[in-house]
């Protein structure tokens, strides 16, 4: 069946890089798309990119030049690197592939 | 970028009532709109895609439908386990965007 997990540190530092793995399995990377998503404590769901089939990525501007993502299909992984981590970057963050089959998340806090 | 400007951000209706939530695209995005439930702790579960279509596994109590940048989500007959909060997200275009959301509560 399908499955979407993603492994990642519960703190990060302020102004440090946050790095996500989103491992996946009953399906193939280069078949589907997969997204990030990512929701503040108590706020709505904010669209930060995606991985697509082809291997081409797409960004939210929001993120400007902080946020990139990359895959490895033989392990059937996706990543998310986020740099200069503000306390407003504290979330959880989702991978998802298209939007049908949603990770549990990973509650990333950014500490100061 | 497409705004998603979704309505009413609360909504408490009692078990049994017909309920209508909203999301009005900014710019036209045909029917690349989807539906989300998001139960507390839990990961957003796809309730709609492309404006009208239900899920795998959805009750048929839930509809969407659209007229012109409107589009609406309907629950027939509330009941206990629908109380959540919904999400639309549009597709059409990058970035993505999401509505604020609405939380369905019980009067």
């Known amino acids: 069946q399908v499955q979407l997990k993603e492994t990642g540190p519960d703190l990060v530092q302020l102004t440090q890089t946050l790095s996500i793995t989103c491992t996946v399995s009953?399906?193939?990377?280069?078949?589907?798309?997969v997204h990030w998503v990512r929701q503040p404590p108590g706020k709505g769901l904010e669209w930060m990119g995606a991985m697509w089939n082809g291997g081409g990525t797409d960004y939210n501007s929001a993120f400007k030049s902080r946020l990139s993502i990359s895959r490895d299909t033989s392990k059937s992984q996706v990543f998310l690197k986020m740099n200069s981590l503000q306390t407003d970057d504290t979330a959880k963050y989702f991978c998802?592939?298209?939007?049908?089959?949603w990770g549990q998340g990973v509650m990333v806090t950014v500490s100061s | 970028d497409i705004q998603m400007t979704q309505s009413p951000s609360s909504l408490p209706a009692s078990l049994g009532d017909r309920v209508t939530i909203t999301c009005r695209a900014s710019q036209d995005i045909g029917n690349y709109l989807r539906w989300f439930q998001q139960k507390p702790g839990k990961s957003p579960r796809l309730m709609i895609y492309g404006a009208t279509n239900l899920a795998a596994g959805v009750p048929s109590r839930f509809s969407g439908s659209r007229s012109g940048s409107d589009y609406s989500l309907t629950i027939s007959s509330l009941e206990s386990e629908d109380m959540a909060d919904y999400y639309c997200l549009q597709s059409k275009e990058s970035p993505f965007t999401f509505g604020a959301g609405t939380k369905l509560e019980l009067k």
């Open positions: 009953g399906f193939s990377l280069t078949t589907y798309n």
């Open positions: 998802a592939r298209q939007f049908q089959y």
